[in-house]
């Protein structure tokens, strides 16, 4: 008796270390992580989003060569037990067996009442709920965006008298004293002058990692306002890329509604990638092009009903913007356009002279970009955002104002190089010599171009040098900069520059032999606007290395089927030509720059190494710290849990024998043992922690045992010691693992977590191992 009350006097432990875990909060609570210095020293595990506190059950999954039965429930559930901490990797086997088992248990009851059989229906139509309030809020939120960033935009020219919320353009519809060729010029719009007599972070979250606050309300409420400022502002950036994370934090925040999705890390990810699509379908007008992007280019996990509600998610918020009608066209973007003129197969060839150019500048972009932003996060540069953003703002406004071109929106400057001229087009872009010799009535041909098209050339030209050189310091700065418009309006810019030329070339020398076979004096032979559609694409392309969605979504901007075959030769030559100046599109790089523990999946593993080679323990290093099934204490296990920063432990028979039994997790045992000291009287320091299915009797005068089986991964994946890393790298790839355990003859040899991965890819790849994580 003495000997147990001299234990209980003893209850405390090491608990100094453990407080981060309980200091955990919500996704909403906390604000975003770009530029914020970060401590990972407590990680041998690279990382996740949000750890909700979850109530379900423990993970079973199956593994190479382990065992499927079944483990033993909570008894009751505690809180924290199967979450997450931030930035550590989620393990989607674990997360998709949970809600397998949980699908499961909601269809058995189901059979039972007529209660349980409503649950199981509202719980298999609570994903299409789900998609249905994601279109509905991000579509409502981008006509917000859209309309609040025109009548911002205009406010810096001055101020329609009839009402301070009216932009410019909705000014003069309201106006009776005002022509369709003036359209622009009303009294009621009065300028200054008169009254005053001026998305890498959600590809590296939907992979699996967590970064709370990066998608909480509070990121979506700063963002959706300074979104608005920073378009409005005429810095060379474009809304549609951050539309895509305000879009990823409604889907996030409107999880928490749903048990299904609030309680599981996978599943989440599902809607994520969802709500990319809606997105990038309200950012372009685009459904189809965002469900392709989301599939090609950001999504980790996308299963085939991931396609479906995807799918509906992107048309529910088309149609919710569509409704609110932002620019008054009934169009869901500034720059529609619509090409009359067929294309002719010679075209073909400055078509790939765009695509050379738009790889050409992705590849400049990227390296340059990247160049500036290690700049701003190894110098002094990085602790000033506020200085940097307002000098680039400064510089941005007074080399821009000088000029027409650069001094209205991007996306107005990039609907005017669309445009295809008509007669009533009052843009210097149009002004051509009227000069009319065809018979075909109500035919616009090509013309003589006039002052107005000259001078605008100039000015198109030095806008062109502008947006390259101002756009590498613009983007990565700490305001929302998207990268969509400013890369569509390099090279829409080029693409006009050259359509102009064309169809110069094509009046003045229409009897040449390019030129004779088709193209014919007083015919409408080249649409300028059709050059700059492709260049845009190009140069994104260039930029993103997309190539699928990107010429759906210029499709679905053009609305005409005939163009695209100029739009993939551009888009293919591009990645073609920025794929063999650098491998990266600039979401990699800036991926592979914060040191984000990203596996991608694009790319193959050549190198003929083994699993032995990569794991951990190596030779002469200190032996695989390992936790026993029955015959360690509370105390031993806190020291262990103090003395090392690992993520997880293996569970062995005995350290003689080295035999596997499963796998723990830190922030589980924590929890667990936290609880137990809590809410079962007699738990102390000197109680053995069982992790067998049955503890044996407890002798008299002996404190009480604790029972951690619940908590314990019975079937880890495991690996021989001669398995190829190409296989090694496939599986955490393609199963979104955390940590993989190394095996010979049965006998745990060591462990490879997906840092020790990705550490050695960039090994083998000739780069500082040690360097591209977390910087």
């Known amino acids: 008796m003495a000997t147990w009350q001299g234990a209980m006097d003893h209850r405390g432990f090491h608990q100094g270390s453990f407080n981060s875990f309980q200091s955990s909060s919500s996704d909403e609570d906390l604000m975003d992580i770009p530029g914020t210095a970060m401590d ?23 593994g190479i060569g382990s065992s499927n039965r079944m483990m033993d429930f909570l008894e009751e559930p505690i809180p924290g037990v199967g979450t997450y901490d931030d930035f550590n990797t989620i393990d989607w086997v674990r997360e998709k067996s949970r809600d397998r088992d949980r699908h499961r248990e909601i269809t058995n009851k ?11 229906v509202s719980d298999a139509f609570s994903g299409w709920l789900l998609m249905l309030l994601i279109g509905l809020l991000s579509g409502s939120l981008a006509g917000l965006i859209d309309i609040s960033a025109h009548w911002m935009t205009d406010l810096k020219e001055g101020i329609c008298t009839l009402g301070i919320w009216f932009n410019h353009e909705h000014c003069c519809w309201n106006s009776n004293h005002v022509t369709f060729e003036n359209r622009d010029k009303c009294p009621e719009w009065n300028s200054w002058s008169q009254l005053i007599i001026s998305t890498n972070e959600i590809k590296t979250i939907l992979s699996g990692f967590i970064i709370r606050g990066y998608l909480g309300k509070w ?12 378009v409005s502002s005429g810095l060379s950036l474009g809304k549609e890329g951050p539309l895509v994370h305000v879009a990823c934090c409604c889907g996030n925040i409107l999880c928490h509604c749903f048990n299904k999705y609030r309680k599981n890390e996978a599943k989440r990810r599902e809607v994520l990638s969802a709500a990319a699509a809606a997105g990038v379908s309200v950012a372009f007008g685009a459904p189809i092009g965002g469900v392709l992007f989301s599939l090609e280019e950001v999504s980790y996990y996308f299963p085939l009903k991931t396609l479906w509600r ?5 048309l529910v918020a088309a149609f919710t913007l569509r409704s609110i009608n932002p620019f008054g066209n009934s169009r869901l973007v500034l720059f529609y356009v619509e090409f009359h003129t067929p294309w002719h197969l010679f075209e073909l060839v400055p078509f790939i002279l765009l695509g050379i150019f738009g790889g050409l ?35 941005t406004a007074i080399l821009a104002f000088p000029n027409e071109y650069t001094r209205v929106s991007t996306s107005e400057l990039i609907s005017e190089l669309f445009n295809d001229c008509g007669l009533l087009d ?56 998207g990268l969509f418009i400013p890369s569509m309006a390099v090279g829409a810019i080029a693409g006009r520059l050259l359509g102009v030329g064309m169809e110069q070339l094509a009046y003045y020398h229409h009897d040449w032999a390019i030129f004779n076979s088709w193209c014919s004096q007083g015919a409408d032979c080249i649409t300028p606007g059709l050059y700059a559609m492709v260049g845009a694409a190009a140069c994104l392309g260039g930029v993103t290395r997309m190539t699928v969605s990107l010429v759906v979504i210029m499709f679905e ?49 050549a190198h003929k190494t083994l699993a032995m080679d990569v794991m951990k323990p190596r030779r002469n290093d200190p032996l695989l710290t390992v936790l026993t099934q029955d015959s360690m204490t509370v105390e031993d296990v806190e020291t262990i849990i103090s003395e090392t920063t ?4 293996p569970v062995v028979v005995s350290r003689e024998s080295q035999r596997l039994v499963g796998f723990v997790l830190r922030r589980d045992l924590i929890i667990s043992i936290e609880n137990a000291r809590k809410k079962q009287d007699g738990v102390v320091s000197t109680s053995v922690i069982y992790f067998t299915e049955h503890s044996p009797p407890v002798p008299p005068y002996t404190p009480p045992t604790l029972k951690l089986r619940n908590i314990l991964d019975l079937s880890p994946f495991t690996v021989t010691d001669l398995t190829p890393m190409e296989i090694v790298v496939d599986i955490f790839r393609k199963l979104g693992l955390r940590q993989c355990l190394v095996t010979h003859n049965g006998r745990l040899l060591g462990i490879i977590t997906k840092k020790d991965v990705l550490k050695h890819i960039a090994q083998m790849a000739n780069q500082d191992p040690d360097s591209i994580l977390f910087n």
């Open 361 to 395: 500048w992705g590849a400049l972009f990227i390296r340059t970009n990247i160049a500036w932003c290690r700049k701003r996060k190894t110098t002094q540069l990085g602790k000033y955002p506020v200085v940097e953003v307002l000098v680039v703002t400064a510089i």
């Open 310 to 314: 995807s799918f509906f998610a992107a």
């Open 219 to 230: 990121t979506l409420m700063i963002k959706t306002i300074t979104l608005v400022l920073a």
């Open 40 to 62: 990972f020293s407590m990680r041998d595990d690279v990382p996740p989003l949000d750890g909700e506190i979850e109530e379900s059950r423990s993970y079973n999954g199956g």
């Open 646 to 649: 690992y993520s997880g432990f």
């Open 426 to 481: 009052s843009s210097k872009l149009c002004d051509y010599e009227n000069r009319f010799n065809t018979s075909k009535a109500g035919e616009l041909p090509d013309r003589p171009a006039g002052v107005g098209v000259y001078s605008a050339m100039w000015q198109l030209a030095l806008t062109l040098i502008l947006k390259i050189v101002i756009t590498i310091f613009t983007f990565g700065m700490k305001i929302p900069s």
């Open 110 to 120: 189901s059979k039972e009442s007529t209660w349980a059989l409503i649950h199981s």
């Open 557 to 605: 901007l053009t609305g005409g089927l005939e163009y695209i075959v100029p739009l993939m030769a551009a888009a293919m030559t591009s990645k073609w030509v920025a794929d063999a100046l650098g491998r990266e599109g600039i979401y990699d790089a800036h991926i592979r720059l914060n040191g984000y523990p990203f596996l991608e999946a694009k790319e193959e593993f």
